[in-house]
């Protein structure tokens, strides 16, 4: 019994204290498909709108190519998960015919295990066969 309440009294305690952590300002953006051409991370901006919701906006560009993340949104913290909602726009040349990617509505993002960055849960790409990391860092 006492092994459960203390169990119970940690998660308590430790789940409000990560959603405190949250830091507002510039976060690094990436996604794997960019990275692997070698160009920097990119950058979302992060602001309290309060009560516990955030606004987000941000994009990582490909110098070079006509490539990139976008993201827009807002979003509340759930643990080690960030719980958003808005539209995020991919576009790879030789993936999805080329195509933009659009995932548009409520999406979540979760940090598991010792990454020190959250990742879109949802990794399918419109194509329906490639694999997109897309990662906010905390």
């Not at 659009?102 to 990742?119: K, L, N």
Request: glycine share 8%; charged share 30%; with cysteine.
């Amino acid at each position: 019994m006492k092994v459960i309440f203390f169990l119970l009294s940690f998660l308590f305690l430790v789940s409000p204290v990560f959603a405190q952590q949250l830091r507002t300002g510039s976060h690094d953006l990436r996604i794997q498909w960019i990275e692997f051409n070698n160009a920097k991370p990119g950058t979302v901006e992060v602001t309290s709108l309060g009560k516990g919701k955030y606004k987000i906006e941000g994009e990582q560009r490909d110098p070079h190519r006509n490539e990139y993340v976008t993201i827009k949104g807002t979003f509340e913290v759930a643990e080690r998960k960030l719980l958003f909602d808005g539209k995020i726009v991919s576009r790879i040349e030789y993936i999805n015919e080329g195509k933009p990617c659009e995932r548009v509505g409520p999406q979540v993002f979760r940090a598991t295990g010792t990454r020190r960055y959250w990742r879109l849960f949802e990794k399918l790409n419109c194509d329906g066969i490639t694999t997109d990391y897309i990662d906010i860092f905390f």
